[in-house]
């Protein structure tokens, strides 16, 4: 059985940190690529940030140097490191996975997996 669960959410004051985790089970994680995926109230799904299996991370120009992207394959876990928080992060985020390797960075993909997604908030 396929599971993603997400953790690591919550309130945070602009200029705070959070650090988001998603821990998988039932298929290749170490070989799959991952992606970081939000949606803020009323709004379409933004990509945010990737990893392939080789180790290449991307960031969306509006997070580079405040998110890092990193992943334990012993633990089955993808991160994201989120830093310098803004308003406009507050969001739900997602994790999803593409097990060919292939697609980390856009939404435009029918992920094979999908988080439950966890809510951040960040206050102005």
């Known amino acids: 059985e396929v599971q993603l669960v997400e953790s690591g959410g919550g309130l945070v004051q602009v200029g705070g940190s959070l650090r988001l985790s998603c821990t998988a089970s039932g298929f290749a994680f170490s070989t799959s690529a991952l992606t970081w995926i939000r949606q803020a109230p009323g709004k379409g799904l933004v990509w945010v940030s990737g990893?392939?299996?080789?180790?290449?991370?991307y960031y969306r120009d509006s997070v580079k140097g405040r998110f890092t992207i990193s992943r334990d394959n012993a633990k089955n876990t993808v991160y994201l490191q989120m830093n310098n928080l803004r308003p406009e992060d507050t969001a739900t985020y997602f994790c999803a996975i593409d097990v060919s390797d292939t697609f980390a960075q856009t939404t435009q993909y029918e992920y094979d997996y999908w988080g439950q997604g966890t809510q951040v908030t960040v206050s102005s």
């Open positions: 990893i392939y299996s080789d180790g290449r991370t």
